[in-house]
């Protein structure tokens, strides 16, 4: 049994990982992407991003989305749509020119709607929010921020509830919040504030980007994202991958296998946590090298396409 099997064996939804479209033309990875047993979920790593889907003003382009989407719906994959606004990788006609703040919600709300409305039927969530708050618990300074004040968050979330289809789980998502620390705290105060206002939100995605030999404790894992299903919202972990200072060895596959374990047995342990996505499952694709000098190896399929250490520690966790 894969990675998926077993997950859902064990009451999740799914198990489900990252593609992005370089991937695409590479049979050999896209013959494990696309095995229902190993992933039962899909999340495109670039394609949904605002500066691919929107790189004109109200000029939109869904070929990449497209392309990661659609082969995953037609393989009875589940979609976690990823992501309406975040302040990274945005397109030049955003970023390099100063908005008023009515201009920039009728941008934000003309974006959100056109995208939800393009994938109404495909997404099982969507990261409306993305990385928002600082490790202190105060907000990011972002365009986001210094044009709308606070309230974007807000909007757009009811912009999100306004254009995607009734059922689409909406999510905040963001990293350094698996342990309850500042940062999770004010999104946990976040959501009762949306509670109180009923300002629409379904889940929080802990994105889960690890260190090996460093990640935080089984306990606190769940005691954070407690922190959320005790509001009745959903949690998942969206984008884990656990990376490892180079030179590899025995040791730190062995390390890193608890660590992978850990997390996914959280998530399986906790009610309400629906599923677990690797961000992405082949080293040579993972996006650690290029953010992380001197570190690697962070996923659970190995360079030649053999599983590691980690790869059987989560599926006998499940
Ligand atoms: C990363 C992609 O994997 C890279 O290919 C891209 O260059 C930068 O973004 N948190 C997120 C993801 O929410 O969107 C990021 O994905 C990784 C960190």
Redesign the pocket.
């Known amino acids: 049994k894969g990675l998926n099997d077993l997950a859902r064996r064990a009451g999740l939804l799914y198990f489900g990982t990252?593609v992005?479209n370089p991937s695409l033309n590479n049979s050999k990875y896209l013959s494990i992407a696309y095995d229902t047993s190993e992933f039962g979920q899909a999340t495109p790593?670039?394609g949904q991003?605002w500066m691919y889907i929107e790189p004109q003003r109200n000029v939109f382009n869904y070929t990449m989305g497209d392309a990661i989407i659609k082969p995953a719906k037609n393989n009875g994959q589940m979609r976690r749509c990823?992501?309406f606004l975040?302040h990274?990788?945005l397109p030049d006609w955003l970023t390099s020119k100063n908005y008023t703040k009515t201009e920039l919600i009728s941008i934000l709300e003309n974006h959100i709607k056109n995208e939800a409305t393009y994938y109404k039927n495909d997404c099982y969530a969507w990261d409306v929010v993305?990385?928002a708050f600082n490790e202190d618990g105060t907000y990011r300074n972002t365009l986001w921020l210094w044009t709308i004040g606070p309230e974007y968050l807000e909007y757009a979330f009811k912009f999100a509830r306004k254009y995607t289809s009734r059922q689409t789980k909406l999510y905040y998502?963001d990293?350094n919040v698996e342990r309850v620390n500042n940062k999770s705290i004010a999104i946990a105060k976040m959501v009762r504030d949306f509670q109180r206002k009923g300002v629409p939100i379904d889940g929080v995605g802990f994105?889960a980007?690890f260190k090996t030999g460093s990640t935080p404790s089984y306990e606190e894992q769940v005691a954070s994202m407690k922190q959320f299903t005790k509001l009745g919202l959903e949690v998942a972990i969206t984008?884990l991958d656990v990376r490892t200072l180079l030179p590899d060895s025995a040791e730190k596959q062995a390390q890193q296998a608890k660590d992978y374990a850990n997390t996914v047995k959280a998530c399986k342990d906790t009610d309400d946590c629906v599923g677990v996505t690797v961000?992405d499952f082949w080293d040579p694709v993972s996006?650690v090298p290029?953010v992380f000098p001197g570190e690697g190896v962070a996923c659970l399929w190995s360079a030649n396409y053999t599983k590691k250490p980690a790869y059987y520690a989560v599926a006998d966790v499940l």
């Open positions: 990252a992005d790593a670039n991003k990823h992501t975040w990274s990788q993305n990385e998502n990293y994105q980007h984008e961000w996006w290029d």
